[in-house]
């Protein structure tokens, strides 16, 4: 790997707590006037967007960890960057047509050759092309390039934004259905009445790293005028009502239980499982899924190793034998795992809207006619929190306030 592109994302939890501390000593006190520049290495930024994706790390001990240290206005704009990412959960939670849509128009959607062409970094404006190929190098990319790389291939390549999106969905590390999803359609003019953004040479020249910027200009006069893409208007979407609730732990059957864990949640021990006995431990890979999304090779071995190091911290917690296992169906490994195991149920942590939800009906059928029950739970904070999601992010930030400031729990 080229060395400029270099980046270090937590895969496991102990990383992921390091690169907090380290976070924390050395640039989080300088974060809010930093952040917006995009600098080899993104030094300047946490980089734990894989850790909230994971669980690795949850939001309320990120947001401790940097009260401790800092003033609750020096480190407001950090908390808020952490909390964006359960916002644009909680409003997709609320609005999962949108997710359905999504899929269904990647379905009808063909990859021409100038998309091609753009997605492996050679659209010839020299910026764009490091940052493609950055992202397909290290699987992450600064949250200002990702909106200038969005904004170009929809507003200056005039291309469909949902194959932009799955683009990122395939090789982003941290790459969830809502954070990414929910971005794009901001970016394309979707999200926001009279909002779209727009991608200026200014723009770059004032915060990409000099010398970066100097090695990468051919090619930055396309990014002087640009206008928004025709055709994309901003759509109305009423929330649901209310993000789905989930069972109470203390009602669970008290034996024959197994935990299915898997990647959207990889802290069981300070989750609502953390007091249950459970008999088993099921952590299949769910390689086909994975496939089937066309997630890169680095992405699926990163899930691979989060994966791994939540299954095993789960085996010490609840003192059982863990290991995860290659799924080639995930209904089949869970029935499997339940028959192997004697288990009349299962429980997992709630995932989130997107693929992994979109399995579930599947899955509680195939648990169903082997005569063992699905059980899912969420954490309280994250259902008030999402609960909150129902307009902007500042008046989600206002309405958590309380929330907030008595975690963590």
Known sequence: MDPERSVFLPATRDEALNRLSDFLEESAGKYADTRNHVLPGHGNVSRLSTATRTRLLLESEICEAAREKFSAGKIEKFEQEIWWRLYWKGWLELRPSIWTDY?????????????????????????MDHFAKELIETGYLHNHARMWWASFWIHIERLPWQLGADFFQRHLLDGDAASNTLSWRWVAGLQTRGKSYLVRRSNLERYVEADLLSANSQGLSRLENPSPAPGLDFEEHPNCGSVPLCEDPALLPAEGLGIWIHDEDLLLEKSPLAGLHPKALLAPRPRTLWEQHNYSDRKREFLTHALSDGTSRAGSHFDLVSGISNADDLGEALVTGAKENGLSAIVAMQPFTGPLTDELPRLTSALEKADVSLHLIRRDEDTEAMQRATAGFFGFWKKTSALRERLPL
Do not use: F, K, Y
């Open 103 to 127: 899929i269904n128009d990647l379905s009808r959607l063909e990859w021409n050759d100038r998309a091609t062409e753009v997605a492996a970094g050679r659209s010839g404006v020299a910026m």
